[in-house]
Structures are given as structure tokens and as C-alpha cells.
């Protein structure tokens, strides 16, 4: 099973441009990072520019929209992701409980969609595309 | 769903630590199965503590701080003792040099580097005494998978379609010949290493392949098994990073493991390789696979037989479509495989290669070959390719004459189904030719 950890960081929202977290909060995630890999779970991870320097689409009346950030809506926002493989929802709650983060943040755990997921007719229907998009050519 | 209970989470608790605890314990206790049995009373304590007083924050730590005390207990209740003496000494050598260290500080930072690193160290040989060469195959396999992998008995058993009584023996005797024969809890010797370390990976990719491609029955593939392979291979390539053949077999894992999504369609049936929709392979995983194998490579390994059959694998990944594969790299990278490693299906598959990257009758010619192979008689993809090959050069009959063979030959129902449809198919071209209304 594959989850997303999610990190929250609150105030992110409202970080200026080029916003880098503490050196002594840099070091302890990174030995985090490390013991995710060492233990052989870690598949992904990055951190995300805040806000500032980001955009949002907006798909008001089939018309799609740009904004800059910063936002202004107090929404929380995210600071970055880790992808980890594990066997179960308990195994991503622990790994995300051991990291080093402070009572600003938030960690939100997110199970990865793998498309035997989705009910028999959705893959179906997806497989039948695939069979058109790839131009199968017809083996006798 | 809720908030995982504490059983859930003293279960997720033991599979982050449980192989880790275990191999501090044999090394102070010399003996596997009792390391384990002092790790599972270690668990049975903390069932018992922590619904009351929550999962502590370093777990971990905690469990193998009882473990460790149960230990001690039965070591002075025993003759080891006096071996052990020495040893402890030892420990109170090191930590009267670093009470003299500047500040508290300083020392915890040095006993936790310390300890981490003994951890690691004392992990390693856990992982090369469980798949030490004295044991059998199957033993290596399921103490790997208890010890390392910390799975259950009952899980072990329906990975690998046995008796959960059959495992059960298998490790309490697998632990048994151990101690008989005194296997020392090492990393082995230089001499020794390549030989114990192509024992380890011998293991995992067995693993890997057991839940990679079903020998029978009608399920392809029983994916827990990939995972866990995986998981131990990433760990493994932490534990010995100097070790290029680690990093060989974990880049083939990750690019085989890219295409479970695609492998099977939605009615189970199998989806050969150059029928897959590439769109489904996880790139994630490839992109792993790929920077495994550049590991591999920069440490001088790549052409080690793990890191070949990763290239091989890498060049299908890096297909964006069938049509733009690589195969007379392909067929290259078999030719310096069957140098270091000739098997029949090595050249098999050479045969493949050649016929995609020259025209099927320099598959041909090779494959004709292997029909005298003994050890290929029962295989059903040498009747399968032959009949692909004669399939594209006209001999429509005898093509359609090798996929029935080949369906015979198979023990999956599914495969057998698409044989049976492809020698249908030959069999219609080949009245079609000839003239039939």
C-alpha cells in the first residue's frame, strides 16, 4: 500500500517568497528522511515553495483562471509530501508520528489510489482505451 | 475508518522493528532461536502496557530495552555468562571514555551514533545468517521472511500455498541447524563474502518472484511478496551500500515491480510485456530502478548478473512504446549474460532478442537449438516463442502445432487460455492461405 504524508505547516499560507525552514529543523528532518530509507519505505519526498510563489486554476463557468499567491484566505497549504510503501494504514500513522515536527504542523496521511481500486467496469473501460490509444497491431 | 487501535499499532510497531530487535538479541545471546523467543516476550509485554500507557515514543528502544533485561536474566541464569563477561567489559570500557566526553550532551550523541551504527551492523549479519548456504532453500526463505520480514507464520504459508504446520517447521529446524552447526553471527570474511552475498540476494529475488509470476492456479500474482523483497532489497542496499549486486537486484526489482499495474487486465488475464499499456507502469519506481542501477555502475558492477538483467529490464523501461525498444542492446546485454551466467533461459531469451533486433530467423536458428535442451522439455515458453517465430516467417500449421504444445505445458489457466487463442489463430491463417472458403 502506498500512502502520502502530507506536511501542513501552519502560517505557510502567509510565508514570503524563498521561505526556508531553521538549520536545526532541516537536520532533525533529514535524519527522519534517513530512517525512512534505511527502513526501505521511502519512495518520494519534496518539499513545496510556499504560496508566494505559487498559483491557483480556478474552472468558473468551463473557463479556466489564473491567480498569483500569495491567497489571503487563510487556507492551510501545503509544505511538502512524502510517498512511503508499507503494509498497512497503522504502519503510515506510525512513520508519520516519529517525524520531528513541531506543534505548528500538521502531518495529514493519505492512501494512494492503485487502480485495482477502482470496480471491474471503470478498469474495463480504461483498458479498452489503452487498446485504442496504443495501436495494438494484430498478431496471427 | 478510525484511528488505528493500539493492537493495530503495536503490529505496525513490530514490523518497523522487530528484525532490528531480534539481531541485537543474537548477538548478545548468540542463539536465534532464542533471540526471537526473548523478542516475541518483549512484544507480549508491551500487548500488555501499552493499551494502558500508549505507544511510547521510541518504541523501538523500549522494546529492545526489555528484551535486552530478559536476556541479561537468562544469561546469568546460564554458563554464557562467563563469555559474556568479556564482552561487557568491554562496554564498560567505552563508556567510561566517553563519561569524559565535554558535555551530557556530547555523550548521548555518541552513544546514540554508536549504538545506531551497531544496530545496522549487527542487522547485516542477521540478514546473512538467516540466508546462511547450510540451510535449504525453502529454510533460507522462510526465516527471511520471519526473521527480516517479520511476518507470521500463517502469512508465510499463504505466500507460498504451504501448510502453515510446514513453515512452522521449517523454521524451528532451520534454527536448529543453525545452532548445530555453529554458525557464528558475522558478516562473512572477504573470501567468503561474494559467495554468502550471492546466497542473500539469491533469496530475495526468490521472494520477489514467488509473488512476481504464480506457478499455478489461476492467480498471477500475489503482490505482498514483491513488496516485501523490495523493502528488504532498499534496506539491504542501506546495510551494504559498497556492495554493487545489491544495487543490481534492487533496480530489477523496482523496474519489474513498475509494471504491476499494467501486467493484468481487469478479467485477470495476463498482459505480455509488448501489450502493456506503458502508461500504467509506475515511473516512480523505474526512476529507483534506473538510479539503483547507476549506483551499480558507478561502483563497477554493471555487468554483475543482477545489474545486467536490470539493464535489460531498464531498456524496456525506457521504451516510451514498444516499437522504440532498444533490442539490439537488448540482445547485447543477453550475449554478456550468457557469458557470465549460461542458462537455457538466458538464451531463450537471447533468441527473443536476436529475432526483434535482426528478423525472426536469427531467433530461429538459436531456438531450434534449445528444442534438444532437457532442461527446456516441460517449459512452455520455448513451444510458446518458436511458434511466434515460425508465426512471422509463414509456417502457419507448425506454428499453430507449438502454441498448443504450449498450452499444454502451462499450469496457469489464464495463460493457457491466451495459447490456445494464438494456435486458434495460426490455425485460421493457415486454412485462410490455403485457399479454404
Redesign the interface.
Known amino acids: 500500500m502506498r500512502f502520502m504524508m502530507l506536511m501542513i505547516p501552519s502560517g505557510y499560507e502567509t510565508a514570503a517568497p524563498g521561505t526556508m525552514p531553521d538549520v536545526k529543523a532541516i537536520e532533525a528532518m533529514m535524519k527522519y528522511n534517513e530512517s525512512l530509507q534505511k527502513a526501505g519505505v521511502l519512495l518520494a519526498l519534496d518539499g513545496l515553495h510556499p504560496p508566494s510563489m505559487g498559483a491557483r486554476i480556478t474552472f468558473s463557468g468551463g473557463k479556466a483562471k489564473a491567480t498569483d499567491g500569495p491567497f489571503g484566505d487563510g487556507r492551510e497549504t501545503l509544505g511538502g509530501y512524502w510517498m512511503i510503501q508499507v503494509k498497512s494504514r497503522a504502519e503510515a500513522i506510525e512513520w508519520a508520528s516519529r517525524c520531528p515536527a513541531s506543534e505548528k504542523e500538521t502531518i495529514e496521511v493519505r492512501q494512494v489510489q492503485d487502480f485495482s481500486d477502482f470496480p471491474v467496469e471503470l478498469q474495463q473501460a480504461a483498458a479498452d482505451l489503452s487498446e485504442l490509444q496504443s495501436g495494438k497491431s494484430v498478431t496471427p | 475508518?478510525s484511528?488505528?487501535d493500539t493492537r493495530?499499532?503495536i503490529?505496525?510497531?513490530w514490523?518497523?522493528e522487530s528484525a532490528r530487535i531480534i539481531a541485537v538479541l543474537v548477538r548478545m545471546v548468540r542463539d536465534v532461536g532464542l533471540a526471537e523467543e526473548l523478542a516475541q516476550d518483549a512484544l507480549v509485554s508491551a500487548l500488555e502496557r501499552w493499551p494502558v500507557t500508549g505507544?511510547p515514543d521510541n518504541a523501538g528502544a523500549w522494546l529492545t530495552a526489555v528484551a535486552k533485561n530478559r536476556a541479561l536474566d537468562r544469561l546469568r541464569r546460564s554458563q554464557l555468562l562467563e563469555r559474556k563477561h568479556a564482552e561487557l567489559g568491554r562496554e564498560l570500557e567505552v563508556r567510561q571514555e566517553l563519561a569524559q566526553a565535554e558535555s551530557a550532551e556530547a555523550l548521548d550523541a555518541a552513544l546514540d551514533t554508536t549504538h545506531a551504527d551497531e544496530i545496522?551492523d549487527d542487522l547485516l549479519r542477521l540478514v546473512f545468517t538467516a540466508c546462511h548456504p547450510v540451510l535449504s532453500r525453502e529454510a533460507r526463505i522462510a526465516l527471511t521472511l520471519r526473521l527480516l520480514g517479520g511476518l507470521s507464520t500463517d502469512e508465510i504459508a499463504r505466500a507460498f500455498l504451504v501448510a502453515e504446520a510446514t513453515v512452522a517447521q521449517r523454521i524451528v529446524r532451520a534454527k536448529r541447524t543453525l545452532a548445530e552447526a555453529r554458525v557464528p553471527f558475522e558478516v562473512p570474511r572477504q573470501e567468503e563474502r561474494a559467495a554468502r552475498l550471492s546466497s542473500v540476494l539469491e533469496v530475495l529475488y526468490l521472494i520477489f518472484n514467488e509473488g512476481y509470476s504464480a506457478t499455478a492456479g489461476d492467480d498471477w500474482m500475489r503482490p505482498?511478496l514483491c513488496?516485501e523483497a523490495?523493502?528488504?532489497?532498499?534496506?539491504l542496499a542501506?546495510l551494504a551500500p559498497h556492495e554493487p549486486e545489491v544495487h543490481g537486484l534492487v533496480a530489477l526489482m523496482e523496474i519489474q515491480a513498475s509494471r504491476t499495474?499494467a501486467r493484468v487486465?481487469?478479467?485477470g488475464e495476463p498482459i505480455l510485456l509488448l501489450?502493456q499499456?506503458r502508461?500504467?507502469w509506475n515511473h516512480?519506481?523505474i526512476g529507483?530502478g534506473l538510479a539503483a542501477l547507476e549506483r551499480a555502475g558507478a561502483l563497477g558492477g554493471a555487468r554483475g548478473p543482477y545489474a545486467l538483467q536490470a539493464a535489460i529490464a531498464a531498456c524496456h523501461a525506457r521504451a516510451r512504446?514498444a516499437e522504440e525498444t532498444d533490442w539490439e542492446r537488448i540482445a547485447a546485454l543477453y550475449d554478456a549474460l550468457a557469458q557470465l551466467a549460461p542458462s537455457p533461459i538466458v538464451e531463450l531469451n537471447r533468441a527473443v532478442a536476436l529475432s526483434m533486433a535482426f528478423g525472426p530467423a536469427a531467433g530461429l536458428e538459436l531456438v531450434d537449438e534449445l528444442t534438444a535442451e532437457r532442461s527446456l522439455e516441460h517449459y512452455h515458453l520455448l513451444p510458446s516463442v518458436r511458434g511466434?517465430l515460425l508465426?512471422?516467417l509463414g509456417p502457419?500449421e507448425e506454428?499453430s502445432r507449438e502454441f498448443q504444445r504450449a498450452a499444454t505445458l502451462t499450469r496457469n489457466a489464464r495463460e493457457r487460455h491466451l495459447l490456445l487463442e494464438?494456435a486458434a489463430?495460426?490455425a485460421g491463417?493457415a486454412h485462410t492461405r490455403s485457399g479454404g472458403v
Open positions: 475508518m484511528v488505528p493495530q499499532a503490529d505496525a510497531v514490523r518497523i505507544v545496522d505482498t513488496e523490495l523493502r528488504l532489497g532498499r534496506i542501506e499495474g487486465g481487469p478479467g501489450d499499456n502508461a500504467r516512480l519506481l529507483r512504446v511466434d508465426a512471422r502457419m506454428a494464438r489463430n495460426c491463417a
